[in-house]
């Protein structure tokens, strides 16, 4: 068993590798409990922008940062003068940021993205083990109904951390705050996968709300998709009943009908009628769930899933089918039990 990361009377720092909006979200919650919180950016103009003026100009320029949080390019230097590091990164790109990673000893990785490799279609947390070379008791994932604005805003947020429990334990003394709140589970399959796949399903009910199809429709979606996200969720080797609580049903519902949701918003704008690459632009951040899209057709293909609602969606981005047309296709389906 690992040794607990905590020592009672030690000043703690963290890492968060990412100075995205919910990579910056996460160094503000955190730094109420930490001694340091090392944000790495990719840019200079954010290592500045953060370092003179509190102020990360580019996500959030109307809040200021806590003091304690300091920016840096160089991912070396805040991975190994932590004790934990948080990884905030869009996922198609974790594997080329670890793999500039020398790490000096052990510490826990915490993944904070949502999503699945398309080439190899590991989970994050896989990716996280073969890169780095950690043990699993080390390796954690963090997911739930968070918008970045609400958690940077100090509004009562609750996630859920996934991992080893021991460890996780003491992750959670380190990291929970009177506004942001951890439970923990040994589940880390079934939160990596409800993470992901929750964001194809809210680019389904957004292109719904931008066809005007009503509430019937959404609500058929989100509880269709979640069958979806627990069917896929199992076969991977997760527990249905994580599917149910925060990482699931939780980011599920907020994701698919919150108006910060960039998955939905980007899906509203398909239902409106713009094109894949106008919707990608009016979004301006990455769209996870057009990307995971891919993986999960691959893992559709491989474990010869039926998941209409995934593939249409991506049909809809890939193939360009006409969202309309999509409405169709699903509604026309053989009829069947729904369990």
């Not at 490799?117 to 990716?127: D, Q, V």
């Not at 690459?277 to 491989?302: C, I, S």
Request: aromatic residues 6%.
């Amino acid at each position: 068993m690992s040794p607990n990361i905590l020592v009672q009377g030690e000043a703690m720092k963290l890492a968060v590798l990412g100075a995205g909006s919910w990579g910056t979200a996460l160094a503000q919650a955190f730094s109420v409990n930490f001694e340091q919180v090392i944000l790495w950016a990719r840019k200079k103009s954010l290592e500045k922008s953060i370092n003179e003026n509190h102020i990360n100009d580019k996500y959030f320029p109307e809040f200021k940062l806590n003091e304690n949080i300091k920016a840096t390019t160089d991912i070396n230097y805040a991975v190994n003068n932590s004790d934990v590091v948080i990884i905030a990164v869009p996922t198609q790109s974790i594997r080329s940021v670890l793999s500039h990673i020398n790490l000096d000893k052990e510490k826990p990785f915490i993944s904070a993205s949502k999503g699945i490799e398309i080439k190899t279609l590991k989970l994050i947390s896989e990716i996280i083990e073969e890169i780095l070379g950690i043990e699993k008791a080390k390796i954690f994932s963090l997911s739930g109904p968070s918008f970045a604005r609400e958690v940077m805003q100090g509004l009562p947020t609750a996630v859920t951390l996934a991992g080893d429990i021991c460890e996780g334990k003491e992750l959670q003394k380190l990291l929970n705050t009177p506004t942001f709140r951890l439970y923990i589970t040994e589940d880390i399959r079934g939160v990596e996968i409800a993470g992901a796949v929750k964001n194809i399903i809210a680019i389904a009910t957004g292109a719904s709300d931008g066809l005007g199809l009503g509430n019937n429709a959404r609500a058929s979606i989100i509880t269709r998709g979640l069958y979806e996200m627990t069917k896929l969720a199992t076969i991977l080797g997760g527990n249905p009943q994580t599917l149910y609580g925060l990482a699931g049903v939780g980011d599920l519902v907020l994701t698919a009908t919150g108006d910060l949701s960039r998955n939905r918003k980007f899906g509203i704008l398909l239902g409106k009628g713009l094109s894949v690459e106008e919707a990608l632009k009016e979004v301006k951040y990455v769209v996870e769930g057009a990307k995971t899209t891919k993986a999960v057709m691959k893992l559709k293909k491989r474990y010869n899933l039926d998941l209409p609602i995934s593939e249409t969606v991506y049909k809809v981005i890939y193939e360009g089918l006409n969202p309309k047309d999509a409405v169709k296709l699903l509604m026309s389906r053989e009829p069947k039990k729904e369990f």
